[in-house]
């Protein structure tokens, strides 16, 4: 079986990349290999069509390949919250949540991505055509395989772009070598409220999966939350796990980011949230009309989430 994440060197789908690496899939009974595909649109395009089981990735990109969630659903959340930080190069002297700083500027965000900063900016009061802010793929990011966020430091570092959109790992590499400056970090309170529930890192499969083999689909669950506690017991072994996968200098950094994210590690799939989704869904043009939760949601295997 194939789970597809549409990025590697990063704390973003980490959960599901160490559920895999832990072997919390075989203890299930499942036979799970990672799989690359960038950008998150190809991922759940791959779902579609039946050559992956499983997709690591942003919750509302889902849309891409089943329209009004027909033919799939969310299993479980690798973590809560909106995940993606701002990071701007640090000779703007941005401060932290002041996001005037955008205007006129080149901001690098990966396709769907990007969807979550252009409503955030709207509902921030910035007017991206009146405001002149541009948002576009990073430089250098099309080819398979290329990490986005450490890519997006890099353009930054080069001053390709003036800031990006990107997870945590990219943002840590930017601060720490001194070219990039946060200003906003979703998860932790920044930018307006209902930017929280736009979308979260989830574990989706099929319908098909789901009615053929719910009992795949219940083990996927359970190896999720597994994973979660063995990270939250020893987040030590975020680095044995970079060390194996990542760059040198990525793999000394993914245990720090590990930790600072253990407390939105809860597997479960809120109503609320749902509810923020479809209407951030709805606002950028994705979703046409309500969904109830329980097309969205597996609400079956909702009593796994807590690890009872």
Same mark, same amino acid.
């Given at each position: 079986?194939?789970?597809? =994440?549409?990025?590697?060197?990063?704390?973003?789908?980490?959960?599901?990349?160490?559920?895999?690496?832990?072997?919390?899939?075989?203890?299930?009974?499942?036979?799970?290999?990672?799989?690359?595909?960038?950008? @998150?649109?190809?991922?759940?395009?791959?779902?579609?069509?039946?050559?992956?089981?499983?997709?690591?990735?942003?919750?509302?990109?889902?849309?891409?390949?089943?329209?009004?969630?027909?033919?799939?659903?969310?299993?479980?959340?690798?973590?809560?919250?909106?995940?993606?930080?701002?990071?701007?190069?640090?000779?703007?002297?941005?401060?932290?949540?002041?996001?005037? @700083?955008?205007?006129?500027?080149?901001?690098?965000?990966?396709?769907?991505?990007?969807?979550?900063?252009?409503?955030?900016?709207?509902?921030?009061?910035?007017?991206?055509?009146?405001?002149? @802010?541009?948002?576009?793929?990073?430089?250098?990011?099309?080819?398979?395989?290329?990490?986005?966020?450490?890519?997006?430091?890099?353009?930054?570092?080069?001053?390709?772009?003036?800031?990006?959109?990107?997870?945590?790992?990219?943002?840590?590499?930017?601060?720490?070598?001194?070219?990039?400056?946060? =200003?906003?970090?979703?998860?932790?309170?920044?930018?307006?409220?209902?930017?929280?529930?736009?979308?979260?890192?989830?574990?989706?499969?099929?319908?098909?999966? $789901?009615?053929?083999?719910?009992?795949?689909?219940?083990?996927?669950?359970?190896?999720? =939350?597994?994973?979660?506690?063995?990270?939250?017991?020893?987040?030590?072994?975020?680095?044995? $796990?970079?060390?194996?996968?990542?760059?040198?200098?990525?793999?000394?950094?993914?245990?720090?980011?590990?930790?600072?994210?253990?407390?939105?590690?809860?597997?479960?799939?809120?109503?609320?949230?749902?509810?923020?989704?479809?209407?951030?869904?709805?606002?950028?043009?994705?979703?046409?009309?309500?969904?109830?939760?329980?097309?969205?949601?597996?609400?079956?295997?909702?009593?796994?989430?807590?690890?009872?």
């Amino acid at each position: 079986m194939k789970l597809a =994440v549409p990025d590697m060197i990063s704390n973003s789908y980490f959960p599901a990349i160490a559920a895999i690496e832990l072997g919390c899939f075989k203890q299930e009974g499942l036979d799970v290999e990672l799989e690359l595909i960038f950008p @998150v649109d190809k991922s759940y395009a791959a779902l579609r069509d039946g050559t992956v089981e499983f997709v690591g990735g942003s919750a509302h990109s889902a849309l891409a390949a089943f329209p009004r969630w027909q033919g799939a659903k969310l299993l479980c959340a690798q973590g809560q919250g909106m995940y993606w930080f701002l990071v701007m190069h640090k000779d703007f002297g941005a401060k932290r949540g002041d996001l005037s @700083v955008v205007k006129g500027r080149s901001i690098g965000a990966a396709p769907w991505v990007e969807m979550g900063l252009r409503r955030l900016l709207i509902e921030a009061g910035i007017d991206l055509a009146r405001d002149e @802010v541009k948002i576009a793929p990073v430089p250098g990011t099309q080819g398979a395989g290329v990490n986005f966020g450490v890519t997006a430091a890099k353009a930054l570092e080069e001053r390709k772009i003036d800031g990006f959109w990107a997870n945590g790992m990219g943002t840590e590499v930017a601060v720490q070598r001194g070219v990039g400056t946060v =200003v906003l970090d979703v998860r932790r309170g920044d930018g307006p409220q209902p930017c929280f529930n736009y979308t979260m890192a989830s574990i989706a499969a099929s319908d098909r999966l $789901i009615e053929r083999s719910p009992e795949t689909a219940a083990a996927a669950v359970r190896a999720m =939350v597994k994973t979660h506690a063995a990270l939250k017991q020893n987040v030590a072994l975020a680095t044995e $796990i970079g060390r194996k996968l990542f760059p040198p200098s990525e793999a000394e950094l993914i245990a720090e980011l590990i930790r600072r994210d253990l407390p939105y590690y809860d597997a479960s799939i809120s109503r609320e949230f749902v509810t923020g989704m479809n209407q951030f869904s709805r606002d950028i043009g994705i979703l046409k009309g309500d969904v109830p939760y329980e097309s969205v949601v597996a609400t079956q295997f909702s009593p796994l989430w807590t690890g009872a």
